[in-house]
């Protein structure tokens, strides 16, 4: 089994920052990817970023340049720096792990607020 709890949530003015923390625990091997996902208020989950085990990155086209997805060297936590936020960025942000074997694991998400 896995545990992953996110924090660093929080409201913040426009054009702020945040740092997204996940932790995780339980059998953490055979890891194939973290990333973070958000939810919306009457929006589909979404991806925001992700980092694979050979540490390439991807991320949605909406937080390219401000988002940065980064994980300590035993993936026990993985983090997302996010700057220059916007209203838009508003939603319950996710902590997820997909294993090699396919099976996936979520936290229980963390409130990020931008007020204009």
């Known amino acids: 089994q896995v545990q992953l709890v996110e924090s660093g949530g929080g409201l913040v003015q426009a054009g702020g920052s ?3 923390s996940c ?3 339980g059998t953490i091997f055979g890891i ?5 996902y958000r939810q919306a208020p009457g929006k589909q989950r ?11 990155t991807n ?6 340049g401000r ?3 980064s994980r300590d060297n035993n993936w026990n936590a993985v983090y997302l720096s ?5 209203p838009e960025d508003t939603a319950s942000y996710y902590c997820t792990m997909k294993k090699a074997w396919g099976q996936d694991y979520w936290g229980q998400g963390t ?4 007020s204009s």
Do not use: H
């Not at 409130?111 to 931008?114: D, G, N, P, S």
């Open 18 to 20: 945040l740092r997204l």
């Open 82 to 86: 996010m700057n220059n936020l916007v």
């Open 111 to 114: 409130q990020v607020t931008v």
């Open 23 to 25: 932790a995780a625990s």
């Open 46 to 56: 979404e991806l925001v970023a992700i980092i694979t085990k050979s540490d390439s």
């Open 59 to 64: 991320y949605a086209d909406s937080v390219k």
């Open 32 to 36: 194939n990817s973290m990333g973070w």
């Open 67 to 69: 988002f940065t997805i």
